[in-house]
């Protein structure tokens, strides 16, 4: 079995920074690459950001420059420190990973149970 696990979600107020960490256990061959989704009320789950196990990081638009994403796949952990944050950031924020158990597999995709980012004054 797998678990992702994160932690680090609250409330800030605008402008704020907050810093989330995820970390992946349990049976896992390798992981491909890890990441951060958000799903804002009424609105469809969207990516945040991505990196890779070669260190290759992507961002939805909307946060370039003011998130970055890091991960140690030694440790299976992954983390996003959100900087500069606005009301519009406010949304549930899952980790992501992309892994296999067993090398003889595929990789699939594995969700942490999320948590809470509230930017409000």
């Known amino acids: 079995q797998v678990q992702l696990v994160e932690s680090g979600g609250g409330s800030v107020q605008p402008g704020g920074s907050l810093r989330l960490s995820c970390a992946a256990s349990g049976s896992i061959f390798s992981i491909n690459a890890m990441g951060w989704y958000r799903q804002a009320p009424g609105k469809q789950r969207e990516l945040v950001a991505t990196i890779t196990n070669r260190g290759r990081a992507d961002y939805v638009d909307s946060v370039e420059g003011r998130f970055t994403i890091s991960a140690d796949y030694a440790k299976n952990t992954v983390y996003l420190q959100m900087n500069s944050l606005k009301p519009e950031d406010t949304a549930v924020y899952y980790c992501?990973?992309?892994?296999?158990?067993?090398?003889?597999?595929?990789?699939?995709?594995?969700w942490g149970q999320g948590t809470q980012v509230t930017v409000s004054s």
């Open positions: 992501n990973a992309r892994l296999r158990t067993d090398w003889r597999d595929r990789d699939y995709d594995y």
